[in-house]
């Protein structure tokens, strides 16, 4: 059933692709996560993504499945951590958003710091309020093309501002 939805996900990205509905290059996919919306730190990391010139053009609050969760990561379903992280992401609500600052990707990762919390810099939002290595408290993407993708996996084209 799950490889079912995957390959789904996957022909619908690959349509989106050739249709060119991708988001342009100025654009990063975020998800504030169950980790940080369980323990109230929502408000506090959006405003930190605001002060640091990011604009938001697409938000919402929703749950992950424990099947949406593995779609989303299926990227990473050889990695030894596939199962903790998929569970963990469906374990509580999330925030999923499409952010546009020049630079975007690259910016944002600075903003979140390292995967690990305990390597990320200081004044970052993982150092601040991410509480593990697998609850880092926010997603950022990792290249244009994987904003695109991870933003479509949430929003329709007509949800992007
Ligand atoms: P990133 O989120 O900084 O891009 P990735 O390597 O893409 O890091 O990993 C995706 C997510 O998987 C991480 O944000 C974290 O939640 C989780 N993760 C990464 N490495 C580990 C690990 O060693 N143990 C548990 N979870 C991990
Ligand atoms: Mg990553």
């Known amino acids: 059933m799950n490889r079912l939805v995957n390959k789904e996900f996957r022909r619908i990205f690959a349509l989106q692709k050739q249709t060119k509905i991708a988001m342009a290059t100025n654009r990063t996919f975020t998800m504030i996560k169950p980790d940080a919306t369980?323990?109230?730190?929502?408000?506090?990391?959006?405003?930190?993504?605001?002060?640091?010139?990011?604009?938001?053009?697409?938000?919402?609050?929703?749950?992950?499945?424990?099947?949406?969760?593995?779609?989303?990561?299926?990227?990473?379903?050889?990695?030894?951590?596939?199962?903790?992280?998929?569970?963990?992401?469906?374990?509580?609500?999330?925030?999923?958003?499409?952010?546009?600052?020049?630079?975007a990707v690259a910016d944002f990762r600075t903003l979140i710091g390292a995967t690990n919390p305990a390597e990320a810099a200081p004044g970052t939002i993982r150092a601040e309020f991410a509480e593990s290595i697998a609850a880092n408290a926010v997603h950022?993407?990792?290249?244009?093309?994987?904003?695109?993708?991870?933003?479509?996996?949430?929003?329709?084209?007509?949800?992007?501002?």
Do not use: C
């Open 38 to 103: 369980d323990a109230g730190h929502t408000g506090k990391i959006i405003d930190r993504i605001i002060d640091a010139g990011f604009s938001i053009k697409a938000m919402k609050w929703t749950k992950l499945s424990l099947a949406d969760a593995q779609a989303f990561y299926e990227v990473h379903a050889e990695r030894p951590f596939y199962g903790e992280l998929t569970e963990y992401m469906s374990s509580a609500p999330i925030v999923a958003a499409i952010l546009e600052k020049d630079n």
């Open 140 to 161: 950022g993407s990792d290249s244009d093309e994987n904003a695109a993708i991870e933003g479509a996996f949430y929003f329709s084209a007509r949800e992007m501002s």
